[in-house]
């Protein structure tokens, strides 16, 4: 079965450091680029970090930029988010997501590329909830 199982999320004071993992199964993600979008509580989904697979870059949104690490362990099967000094408005669901097309699905800025077109090729994550409390 085809699918991305994610873990590390919880509840963390502000400052605290959390790590997402992002593991694959029935594929691997050696080829492809990874993304983490994350959607806070009334809030649209936003894209928080991608990594491009063919060359090692990594993109972050402002917001989280210095504080989150985007990384992939092939050998593993894994992809991780670590996430350092949080603050309040880094709760939310965050979800890992790739498109399993060599060729789709780049690295937009911090986002992956998601289109209608290629949908079917889309793997999500099942979601982990990230709350900082004040």
């Known amino acids: 079965q085809v699918q991305l199982v994610e873990s590390g999320g919880g509840l963390v004071p502000p400052g605290g450091s959390l790590r997402l993992s992002c593991a694959a199964s029935?594929?691997?993600?050696?080829?492809?680029?990874i993304g983490w979008f994350r959607q806070a509580p009334g809030k649209g989904r936003e894209g928080v970090s991608c990594?491009?697979?063919?060359?090692?870059?990594?993109y972050y949104a402002d917001s989280v930029k210095g504080r989150f690490t985007i990384s992939k362990n092939n050998a593993e099967n894994t992809a991780y988010l670590q996430m350092n000094n949080l603050k309040p408005e880094d709760t939310a669901v965050y979800y890992c997501?790739?498109?399993?097309?060599?060729?789709?699905?780049?690295?937009?800025?911090?986002?992956?590329?998601?289109?209608?077109?290629?949908?079917?090729?889309?793997?999500w994550g099942q979601g982990t909830l990230v709350t900082v409390f004040s």
């Open positions: 990594l491009s697979s063919d060359d090692g870059n990594t």
């Open positions: 029935g594929f691997t993600v050696d080829v492809y680029n």
């Open positions: 997501v790739t498109v399993r097309h060599k060729l789709l699905g780049r690295c937009s800025g911090a986002a992956l590329e998601l289109s209608d077109t290629y949908k079917y090729l889309e793997v």
